[in-house]
């Protein structure tokens, strides 16, 4: 089994009854059956806490709101907190919700790696750990992960860069450059073996060409999903690299990172080469619409909030959760029960139907 790998095709439901009865600390002797029919494990209006990272793309934002208001009108009280100041505000503000009594604690971690010590008080204490779009890491004390499949997102990445390049010529070589996001986000590796697995043969065969020669993940990575460490190192590389040599495609893991990667090339006055993104950020599909970035991705956040608070409502109910991937995010512990949604690809081509149901960015895109 891949660590993180790619999800199972199989969309069934795992009978996971027990798992989670003893996930949210029932003491009776409830049946094992997945039915509703053992009664409620924990009180309707109890208090759910929400442990999100640092603002460092426009999904966390919308989570935020989406969370207070889906789990108010779900009759849950809502326990959402950010941590802006970083891992040991996160922390602390976990040990806090234990300390509330937080019947279910859904955490998407800004190291997934540091909160063994909070989570295992939180299993102590009887609530459901979900991870919530990033894994949690090292530890057995998560029950379930909700999030867009991550794979998928990088392999999506991959081939929208390959397509772009194709419409600038029909063929290679073609040089490129690559960039990951934060590596103490579990997601940051996930996403980049995806487009790996896409690009790499292409590398082999000499289609495409990292001419800065920074292949691997660790040379590629991007501290704290921070645009100005981007945007730095793509001046760094345009100044070093690229003074002769034409530089035709980018793969950004995600929007603020692309946009930063188009900044430094503007500034260095070249052309604009293929980049690729993620998270459908307004400005991002402006940029789209515009004929700059090429690529994004849209996960939607309404549905993965709106799946985490099924799966907080379905604990309540002492019902079995519904999960469809029970292989591919092993934790280093332990292989945690997902929920994994589909990405989808955006570019020019289907930008203007893409987002019909979305408030925001369906009037944009009109
Ligand atoms: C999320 C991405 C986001 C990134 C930076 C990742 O864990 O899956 O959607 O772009 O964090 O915030």
Same mark, same amino acid.
């Given at each position: 089994m891949r660590m993180f790998g790619k999800a199972g095709k199989a969309a069934a439901v795992a009978a996971i009854a027990a798992l989670a009865l003893t996930a949210c600390g029932r003491t009776d002797s409830g049946s094992t059956s997945g039915s509703s029919s053992g009664g409620e494990a924990f009180p309707k209006g109890s208090s759910i806490g929400v442990a999100l990272p640092q603002k460092t793309s426009e999904n966390w934002v919308l989570a935020e709101k989406l969370f207070n208001d889906g789990l108010t009108s779900a009759g849950f009280k809502p326990d959402v907190q950010f941590a802006n100041g970083g891992v040991s505000e996160q922390q602390n503000q976990i040990s806090a919700m234990v300390t509330k009594g937080d019947k279910v604690i859904i955490v998407g971690a800004i190291d997934g790696a540091q909160l063994g010590t909070q989570l295992k008080q939180a299993k102590d204490a009887g609530a459901t750990i979900i991870a919530y779009d990033r894994l949690l890491l090292n530890?057995? %004390?998560?029950d379930y992960y909700v999030a867009y499949d991550n794979f998928k997102v990088g392999v999506l990445q991959g081939q929208a860069l390959l397509d772009g390049l194709k419409t600038k010529k029909?063929?290679?070589?073609y040089n490129i450059e690559l960039f990951a996001g934060?590596?103490?986000?579990? %997601?940051a590796k996930v996403f980049f073996d995806g487009a790996m697995s896409i690009l790499q043969p292409k590398i082999d065969d000499g289609t495409l060409k990292v001419v800065s020669g920074q292949k691997s993940f660790e040379q590629a990575v991007t501290q704290g999903w921070k645009a100005e460490n981007a945007q730095k190192r793509m001046d760094t590389l345009l100044a070093g690299t690229y003074t002769s040599a034409s530089l035709d495609g980018v793969l950004s893991p995600n929007d603020t990172l692309a946009r930063a990667i188009l900044t430094s090339v503007k500034a260095a006055g070249k052309p604009l080469p293929i980049v690729t993104g993620q998270d459908s950020e307004v400005e991002s599909v402006k940029s789209i619409l515009a004929g700059e970035q090429y690529s994004t991705i849209n996960k939607d956040t309404r549905k993965l909030v709106e799946h985490a608070i099924t799966m907080a409502k379905d604990l309540q109910a002492g019902k079995q959760l519904e999960i469809n991937?029970?292989?591919?995010? %092993?934790n280093g512990v332990k292989t945690v029960p997902a929920y994994l949604l589909p990405p989808v690809i955006v570019t020019k081509d289907n930008v203007k139907t893409a987002?019909?149901?979305?408030p925001v960015l369906g009037p944009l895109t009109k």
């Open positions: 530890t057995a %004390n998560v029909a063929s290679g070589p934060s590596p103490d986000d579990a %997601n991937d029970t292989k591919s995010y %092993n987002y019909v149901d979305d």
